[in-house]
């Protein structure tokens, strides 16, 4: 399909933009610079009825060895930006976050703005966007307002009223989150510093930081850890091919060497099953599937 934007390109390999290191071709892959690029490119999509999948950092997805139809969706460097937007009386810092934007750009830029609060967000990998579509680390109590382009390219505004967070969920309409407003209260810098300090070197010594994982593989039961259960079920370090429960933190799944989306599932498959036999628990996935499955 010939396509009037410069921005999209064929057979891109996800494997290159997901943490897990896995994923082959996207039929299509986009990297819209502008909203105005984003637009067009999504009603040209929705013209001609093409599925679209959003990629933001890639550190909770995990794609299909067998590529993925229609087109994948990863915003360009033009949305990458932040913006004070704080009134200089207000007690409050408002900031204006592109969705590309790295959180741990955010949160660096909070030590020397003063930002406080965001040492929640300290260490988590990946993009503003993808943070808000997971309310990752509950990033949904600092939102203010969110711009979501719909997938036929309509732009919305939707307010912190009009938004509901849930664990590890944002109830989004469907579409591309463009920009977010954040808002945290003001504090002096050396204090958000030494709170985001304290968190990172918490972080480093429990998370499995050194292989390629996305995170956490499953959900928290309610009133429970699932790194506790499967640890309890004796899977630490259960491997199928180059999928490994960590030793470290038993809810990450870490890629040994090349490991394929289909070890991965299989040993997603097996932790379920083990746990539901020992502990009559259902894990949930937390990690997100781009993609088909083979087989
Ligand atoms: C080492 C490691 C540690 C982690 N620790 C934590 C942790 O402590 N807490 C935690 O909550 N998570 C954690 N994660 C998981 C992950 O980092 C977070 O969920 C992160 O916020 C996802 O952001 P991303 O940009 O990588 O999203 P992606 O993986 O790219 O996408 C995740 C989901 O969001 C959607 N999405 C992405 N961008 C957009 C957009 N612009 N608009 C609409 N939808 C979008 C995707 O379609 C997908 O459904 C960890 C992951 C790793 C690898």
């Known amino acids: 399909m010939p396509w009037p934007h410069d921005c999209i390109r064929p057979h891109e390999l996800l494997a290159n933009h997901t943490s897990f290191r896995i994923g082959g071709p996207a039929e299509w892959f986009a990297e819209p ?83 406080g609060e965001l040492e929640s967000l300290a260490g988590l990998p990946g993009q503003i966007g993808g943070a808000v579509a997971m309310n990752a680390q509950d990033i949904g109590q600092f939102i203010r307002r969110i711009c979501l382009v719909s997938f036929d390219g309509t732009i919305r505004e939707f307010t912190a009223d009009q938004l509901t967070f849930r664990y590890r969920d944002a109830a989004l309409e469907p579409g591309i ?68 429960v960590s030793r470290r933190h038993a809810n990450f799944i870490v890629n040994v060497g090349y490991a394929t989306c289909d070890d991965v599932l299989s040993l997603m498959e097996h932790i379920q099953r083990e746990v539901d036999r020992h502990f009559h628990i259902r894990l949930e996935p937390e990690v997100r599937m781009v993609g088909e499955r083979i087989g």
């Open 33 to 115: 610079s502008t909203l105005e690029e984003l637009v067009a490119v999504l009603r040209e999509t929705h013209r001609v009825g093409m599925p679209v999948s959003v990629v933001g950092g890639g550190t909770n997805t995990l794609a299909s060895d067998r590529g993925i139809r229609g087109l994948v969706m990863h915003l360009g460097r033009g949305f990458r930006t932040i913006r004070d937007v704080s009134h200089q009386d207000d007690p409050l810092a408002q900031v204006l976050c592109g969705a590309a934007l790295l959180t741990q750009r955010l949160v660096y830029l909070a030590t020397t703005h003063g930002w």
């Open 177 to 244: 989150v463009a920009d977010v407003t954040l808002q945290f209260p003001k504090v002096p810098p050396a204090q958000a510093y030494e709170r985001i300090r304290q968190v990172l070197q918490y972080r480093n010594s429990t998370q499995e930081v050194r292989l390629p994982s996305a995170g956490c593989a499953f959900k928290n039961p309610p009133g429970v850890g699932a790194g506790r259960l499967i640890d309890q079920a004796g899977l630490k370090g259960a491997r199928i091919g180059d999928a490994q």
